[in-house]
C-alpha cells in the first residue's frame, strides 16, 4: 500500500460541496455512500471486461465500510478497485487455430464461417474462465477537516476515473491543487493572470512586451 | 559547398525535401501539428502558471533566503537531479537535463532565456531539520516518488497517521509556494521588477 510504506505518489484536490450540501453526519453517511458504489466482482460467464468501484483500504474484497475499517483521526481512507478480465487474443488464437486443425481433420473441410464464429466465442468464453483479472487499487484519504483529499495514483487516467467516482458520491466536486484554482481562492481576477511573454516567447517576446510598453 | 549539396541530396532521396529543396508539406505538416500540440499543452488548465511557478522558484532558489514560512518555519527549497524544460514557440519543445547541478547550469538557463520553462523538477524543501524530496510537475501540480521524513513513532498505527500527517504537510508546503509565487504574480512589480530580473538571471551565463 503506497499509502503506508514507500515512496509517495498522489494527486491532490480539494472537496467542494456541489449542487447539495455535504451531509453534517459525513463519518457516518460515508459508509452508505461507499457501500451503495462498492466494487462488485466480474461476472466470468458474462461479457464485462472491467468492474470497478470502492473497497476498504485493507482489504480489497471489503465492502462492509464500517467505521473502524474507514476512519483514522481526521482521514477517511479508502480504496478504489478496477479489474479487468481480458483474454489475450494471442491465446484465442492459438486455441482457435487448434480448434481448426481439429475440425478439419474430423470432417474433410474447412468450417463454415459460422461454424467458425460459434467456436471463437466458445473458445472465448472457455478461457475467460480461465484467465486471472488483472487487479488495481487506488487508495484515497480524505482529511474531513481540511477538506483536502488524495488519490495514491500515479496514472492520471486513473486519477480522473476515481475522481469521478468520488465526485458522484455526494455530488461534490473535487478542485486539483493548481495554481489557477489556487488563484481563484484568493480571490485574483483571470486577467491578471495570463501568460508572460518575456518568459514563454524567450528574447523576441521580451523584446515585444517591451514595445508594447 | 560540396557537403552542402550532398546533404540536399540526400534530404531529397530521404524524401524529406523536393526538387526545389523546400520541406515537403507532409513534413510541414508534422511541425505545424507538434507546435499546436505544444501550444494546447501549455494553455490548458493555465499549465503556463505552474511552469512559471517552478521557473521563479528555480530562481529564488538560488539565494539562501527561505521562500516562505510554514506554521513559523521558514521553508528552503533546493532543486536537484533531473529537470525538464518545455516551450511552445521555438523549434525544441521539450529539452532535458539530468545531474546533480543541472537545474542550475549555464546550459538550463541559456534554455530558459530562449523561452522554454521548467515542466518538471525534483525537488527538496527544509522545514526545520526536517527535508521533503518531491517531483512536482507544472501542469497537475501532483505529488510524486516523494521521500518523506523520518518517522518519529514506532506503533504501526501511528506511524500510518504520522505518515497521513507527513503527506498532508507535503501537500501544505506545494500550497505554500503556489501561494507565495502567486501574491507575487498577481502583483505590479511582477511586471516592473521581478521579470527583468528573472531574464537577467535567465541571461547573465547567455
Redesign the interface.
Same mark, same amino acid.
Request: charged residues 30%; hydrophobic residues 40%.
Given at each position: 500500500m503506497p499509502l503506508t510504506r514507500g515512496a509517495v505518489t498522489f494527486s491532490r484536490f480539494r472537496v467542494r460541496p456541489g449542487a447539495k450540501e455535504l451531509p453534517s453526519d459525513l463519518p457516518r453517511s460515508l459508509g452508505r455512500a461507499l457501500r451503495a458504489r462498492a466494487f462488485e466482482p466480474l461476472d466470468r460467464t458474462g461479457d464485462e471486461e472491467r468492474a470497478a468501484g470502492f473497497v476498504e483500504l485493507e482489504a480489497e474484497d471489503g465492502v462492509e465500510f464500517a467505521s473502524g475499517s474507514v476512519f483514522r483521526g481526521d482521514h477517511a481512507l479508502f480504496a478504489y478497485r478496477v479489474d479487468t478480465l481480458k483474454v489475450p487474443s494471442s491465446q484465442l488464437q492459438a486455441e482457435l487455430k487448434k480448434w481448426l486443425e481439429a475440425f478439419e481433420a474430423e470432417n474433410d473441410r474447412p468450417p463454415t464461417r459460422g461454424e467458425k464464429s460459434r467456436a471463437k466465442t466458445e473458445l472465448r468464453d472457455m478461457l475467460r474462465k480461465r484467465v486471472e483479472p488483472s487487479v488495481r487499487i487506488h487508495e484515497v484519504s480524505w482529511n474531513l477537516k481540511t477538506h483536502e483529499l488524495s488519490i495514491w495514483s500515479s496514472n492520471r487516467r486513473a486519477v480522473e476515473e476515481v475522481a469521478l467516482a468520488i465526485e458522484s458520491l455526494y455530488e461534490l466536486s473535487l478542485e486539483p491543487r493548481v495554481p489557477a484554482a489556487l488563484a481563484l481562492e484568493a480571490g485574483i481576477a483571470e486577467d491578471a493572470l495570463g501568460p508572460t511573454p518575456e518568459l514563454i516567447g524567450g528574447a523576441a517576446g521580451a523584446e515585444e512586451a517591451t514595445h508594447a510598453a | 559547398m560540396r557537403r552542402k549539396s550532398a546533404s540536399s541530396e540526400a534530404a531529397f532521396l530521404r524524401g524529406e525535401v523536393g526538387v526545389d529543396g523546400e520541406l515537403l508539406e507532409a513534413e510541414q505538416d508534422a511541425a505545424a501539428v507538434e507546435a499546436d500540440d505544444a501550444r494546447a499543452e501549455?494553455?490548458r488548465?493555465?499549465t503556463?502558471? *505552474?511552469r512559471?511557478?517552478l521557473?521563479w522558484m528555480l530562481w529564488r532558489s538560488e539565494s539562501t533566503d527561505p521562500l516562505f514560512t510554514h506554521q513559523d518555519t521558514p521553508v528552503h527549497v533546493n532543486y536537484a537531479g533531473r529537470i525538464t524544460l518545455r516551450?511552445?514557440?521555438?523549434e525544441i519543445t521539450e529539452l532535458s537535463a539530468k545531474g546533480a547541478l543541472a537545474p542550475y547550469s549555464a546550459q538550463v538557463k541559456r534554455a530558459l !532565456?530562449? *523561452?522554454?520553462?521548467v515542466h518538471t523538477a525534483r525537488l527538496t524543501f527544509t522545514v526545520g531539520e526536517r527535508s521533503f524530496e518531491v517531483s512536482l510537475d507544472a501542469?497537475?501540480?501532483?505529488?510524486?516518488? !516523494?521521500?518523506?521524513p523520518e518517522l518519529m513513532t514506532e506503533e504501526e498505527?501511528d +506511524?500510518?497517521?504520522e +505518515?497521513?500527517h507527513l503527506?498532508?504537510e507535503?501537500?501544505a508546503l506545494?500550497?505554500g509556494c503556489?501561494?507565495t509565487?502567486?501574491t507575487v +504574480?498577481?502583483s505590479r512589480s511582477?511586471?516592473t521588477t521581478v521579470?527583468?530580473e528573472? +531574464?537577467a538571471w535567465m541571461e547573465e551565463d547567455a
Amino acid at each position: 500500500m503506497p499509502l503506508t510504506r514507500g515512496a509517495v505518489t498522489f494527486s491532490r484536490f480539494r472537496v467542494r460541496p456541489g449542487a447539495k450540501e455535504l451531509p453534517s453526519d459525513l463519518p457516518r453517511s460515508l459508509g452508505r455512500a461507499l457501500r451503495a458504489r462498492a466494487f462488485e466482482p466480474l461476472d466470468r460467464t458474462g461479457d464485462e471486461e472491467r468492474a470497478a468501484g470502492f473497497v476498504e483500504l485493507e482489504a480489497e474484497d471489503g465492502v462492509e465500510f464500517a467505521s473502524g475499517s474507514v476512519f483514522r483521526g481526521d482521514h477517511a481512507l479508502f480504496a478504489y478497485r478496477v479489474d479487468t478480465l481480458k483474454v489475450p487474443s494471442s491465446q484465442l488464437q492459438a486455441e482457435l487455430k487448434k480448434w481448426l486443425e481439429a475440425f478439419e481433420a474430423e470432417n474433410d473441410r474447412p468450417p463454415t464461417r459460422g461454424e467458425k464464429s460459434r467456436a471463437k466465442t466458445e473458445l472465448r468464453d472457455m478461457l475467460r474462465k480461465r484467465v486471472e483479472p488483472s487487479v488495481r487499487i487506488h487508495e484515497v484519504s480524505w482529511n474531513l477537516k481540511t477538506h483536502e483529499l488524495s488519490i495514491w495514483s500515479s496514472n492520471r487516467r486513473a486519477v480522473e476515473e476515481v475522481a469521478l467516482a468520488i465526485e458522484s458520491l455526494y455530488e461534490l466536486s473535487l478542485e486539483p491543487r493548481v495554481p489557477a484554482a489556487l488563484a481563484l481562492e484568493a480571490g485574483i481576477a483571470e486577467d491578471a493572470l495570463g501568460p508572460t511573454p518575456e518568459l514563454i516567447g524567450g528574447a523576441a517576446g521580451a523584446e515585444e512586451a517591451t514595445h508594447a510598453a | 559547398m560540396r557537403r552542402k549539396s550532398a546533404s540536399s541530396e540526400a534530404a531529397f532521396l530521404r524524401g524529406e525535401v523536393g526538387v526545389d529543396g523546400e520541406l515537403l508539406e507532409a513534413e510541414q505538416d508534422a511541425a505545424a501539428v507538434e507546435a499546436d500540440d505544444a501550444r494546447a499543452e501549455l494553455l490548458r488548465g493555465r499549465t503556463y502558471l *505552474g511552469r512559471e511557478l517552478l521557473t521563479w522558484m528555480l530562481w529564488r532558489s538560488e539565494s539562501t533566503d527561505p521562500l516562505f514560512t510554514h506554521q513559523d518555519t521558514p521553508v528552503h527549497v533546493n532543486y536537484a537531479g533531473r529537470i525538464t524544460l518545455r516551450g511552445a514557440l521555438g523549434e525544441i519543445t521539450e529539452l532535458s537535463a539530468k545531474g546533480a547541478l543541472a537545474p542550475y547550469s549555464a546550459q538550463v538557463k541559456r534554455a530558459l !532565456a530562449s *523561452g522554454l520553462l521548467v515542466h518538471t523538477a525534483r525537488l527538496t524543501f527544509t522545514v526545520g531539520e526536517r527535508s521533503f524530496e518531491v517531483s512536482l510537475d507544472a501542469e497537475h501540480l501532483d505529488v510524486k516518488s !516523494a521521500k518523506l521524513p523520518e518517522l518519529m513513532t514506532e506503533e504501526e498505527d501511528d +506511524r500510518e497517521q504520522e +505518515r497521513l500527517h507527513l503527506a498532508d504537510e507535503l501537500g501544505a508546503l506545494v500550497d505554500g509556494c503556489i501561494r507565495t509565487f502567486l501574491t507575487v +504574480r498577481a502583483s505590479r512589480s511582477w511586471n516592473t521588477t521581478v521579470v527583468p530580473e528573472l +531574464r537577467a538571471w535567465m541571461e547573465e551565463d547567455a
